[in-house]
Structures are given as structure tokens and as C-alpha cells.
Nanobody, 119 residues
Framework: QVQLVESGGGLVQAGGSLRLSCAAS????????MGWFRQAPGKEREFVAT????????YYADSVKGRFTISRDNAKNAVYLQMNSLKPEDTAVYFC????????????WGQGTQVTVSS
């Protein structure tokens, strides 16, 4: 069981940067694979990035690879998404999610934080 709260969303100009944070509850944070997803109006929720429990491995959607960086600090029960070179198409509600390491499905989700990139 884990509770997630995102923060750091806002309005930014194209080409700018933004850093999202996700604060997690629980004493077993390192047991969870963490992910970032996003959903734009009228679109399905899409995968953005994920990081393993130890932080040893990361994976990114092709659309954000090279621009976004996911990281975690298990001592702080936190996950971050550094977003650089933002584009208008990055505009969406961004969600933090957690999954038990051995499972594929993400069982826990934050409330989401809005990211708007202006042209």
C-alpha cells in the first residue's frame, strides 16, 4: 500500500524546463517500480518513463527520450521527472504511479498535476 502525491506542474514556454516531484508514503518504497504517465484531453493515458526500485534501470517513451529524466531518492520516498526542451505536445496531466516490482500493472496512482507548454 502506497499513497502518491505529485507536485511541480505549471505553465512553461516551449523549450523551457520543469521538474515534477512525487512524494510517496510507506516504509517499503524501494520495493516499488515507479512510473510517470500523462494524459491529454481526448487521449488515452500514455507511458512516459519508469524506474526500478533500486533506481538502477530506467526506461522512456520514444517521444520523451533524450529530453526527460526520471530519478528517485529512496531515502526521501520521492520520484522526480526532469523535463527539458518542452514542447506544446507535452501538455497533459502527469501522473505518478507505483507497482510492486514483480508485477506489471501499476496499482497506485497520484491525483495528477497539470503541465501546460505554450508555443
Amino acid at each position: 500500500q502506497v499513497q502518491l502525491v505529485e507536485s511541480g506542474g505549471g505553465l512553461v514556454q516551449a523549450g523551457g524546463s520543469l521538474r515534477l516531484s512525487c512524494a510517496a508514503s510507506g516504509r517499503t518504497f524501494s520495493n516499488y517500480r515507479m512510473g510517470w504517465f500523462r494524459q491529454a484531453p481526448g487521449k488515452e493515458r500514455e507511458f512516459v518513463a519508469t524506474i526500478t526500485g533500486s533506481g538502477a534501470r530506467t526506461y522512456y517513451a520514444d517521444s520523451v527520450k533524450g529530453r526527460f529524466t526520471i530519478s528517485r531518492d529512496n531515502a526521501k520516498n520521492a520520484v522526480y521527472l526532469q523535463m527539458n526542451s518542452l514542447k506544446p505536445e507535452d501538455t497533459a496531466v502527469y501522473f505518478c504511479a507505483a507497482a510492486e516490482t514483480v508485477k506489471v500493472k501499476y496499482d497506485y496512482w497520484g491525483q495528477g498535476t497539470q503541465v501546460t507548454v505554450s508555443s
